[in-house]
């Protein structure tokens, strides 16, 4: 956490900087930027080198959650929804529910498509599909941009079965989190979107083009779309195992210090949502436990950003904005179910 926070101190250094020598606002910018990588690099060593057993210990467990868990649940759906919207299908099937979210958001019609099936299939499925639809310059940047931004929520197997009964005990209550979730999405989305007309200079691709490619027979989408949806699927996999090993080394520390309970849940969910959702299971009042389960969907994690920003790369996509827009939803999350949660017990 040491790299946001001396990025925004060097921000605003640097803007005094700037006014008396240009150049020396780039030098300084680059020597606070180096600093800050060095420092955190120290730390994760120092954290992993800690306790080697146990952070191995938390790989391992990672890799068997990741086979019984995230791959069955994710890799299917991600390879479907890949396949609806590049062949089409997701366009024609959701035409009349795209014109009414088009009108509501001023978005293309297109970009409906994966963010109608994010809301069921999760972050990956929305982003699979938009950056699909942006390599056919169907949606723009500032499209892609906003359903990343405000549509990557976790599944709905994962809220409902996952959350709802291994951790809520109750799937009814994993159906309310599921709502709230979007519900928050909704919200966010009208908060955060641009007003801003889309010009033709937002296609920045970096060379990945394909509106003019021929369109594709069918038996190689559904190739084309496991290919890509078992990259993806690997690369969230190992940020799951990484993540989960960081989360098991931080325990440790936070554990010696003495930090209450709840604030070391509430740290350990920041970074990795699944581990963080399962360390809430005995946790009491019920509404109170229900609003930080709400607020790490809305959050996702420091894992599943860092798996957001890895699959987007090379795309020319902005993420200023996403971290923030996060937090705001993750809170928005925690304030609805808590609400909710009180009225109804």
């Known amino acids: 956490f040491s790299i946001p926070f001396l990025y925004n101190f060097s921000t605003i250094y640097e803007e005094g900087l700037r006014?008396?020598?240009p150049s020396a606002s780039k030098s300084f910018k680059k020597r606070i930027t180096t600093f800050a990588v060095c420092v955190f690099s120290l730390i994760l060593l120092a954290l992993f080198l800690n306790d080697p057993e146990i952070t191995a210990g938390a790989a391992a467990s990672a890799v068997g959650k990741c086979g019984a868990l995230l791959i069955p649940s994710l890799f299917p759906l991600m390879a479907a929804s890949e396949i609806a919207i590049v062949s089409g299908a997701a366009e024609k099937l959701l035409r009349p529910i795209a014109k009414i979210?088009?009108?509501?958001?001023?978005?293309?019609?297109?970009?409906?498509?994966p963010l109608i099936l994010g809301l069921f299939c999760g972050y990956t499925a929305a982003i699979s599909g938009a950056l699909s639809l942006l390599k056919k310059k169907r949606i723009t940047n500032k499209d892609c941009e906003w359903i990343i931004t405000s549509f990557s929520i976790p599944s709905l197997p994962f809220i409902t079965g996952f959350l709802g009964s291994s951790v809520l005990n109750n799937t009814t209550d994993g159906w309310i989190m599921w709502i709230i979730s979007i519900l928050s999405s909704f919200i966010i989305g009208l908060f955060v979107k641009s007003k801003k007309k889309c010009t033709n200079l937002e296609f920045v691709l970096n060379g990945i083009n394909e509106e003019n490619s021929p369109k594709k027979p069918f038996p190689k989408i559904i190739v084309e779309a496991i290919s890509h949806s078992s990259a993806s699927m690997i690369l969230i996999c190992a940020c799951v195992i990484f993540f989960s090993s960081l989360t098991e080394a931080i325990r440790q520390?936070?554990?010696?210090?003495g930090l209450p309970d709840i604030i070391q849940k509430l740290l350990l969910?920041?970074?990795?949502i699944t581990g963080g959702v399962l360390s809430l299971s005995d946790l009491t009042p019920y509404a109170f436990k229900c609003a930080v389960c709400a607020f790490f969907l809305g959050w996702s994690g420091l894992s599943i950003h860092f798996q957001i920003i890895a699959m987007c790369d090379g795309y020319g996509l902005s993420f200023k904005r996403f971290f923030f827009t996060k937090l705001m939803q993750g809170l928005l999350c925690a304030a609805l179910a808590f609400a909710i949660f009180t009225f109804k017990f």
């Open 253 to 257: 520390p936070l554990c010696s210090l």
């Open 19 to 21: 006014k008396m020598n």
């Open 269 to 272: 969910g920041t970074v990795e």
């Open 101 to 113: 979210i088009s009108k509501i958001f001023g978005i293309k019609k297109e970009a409906s498509a």
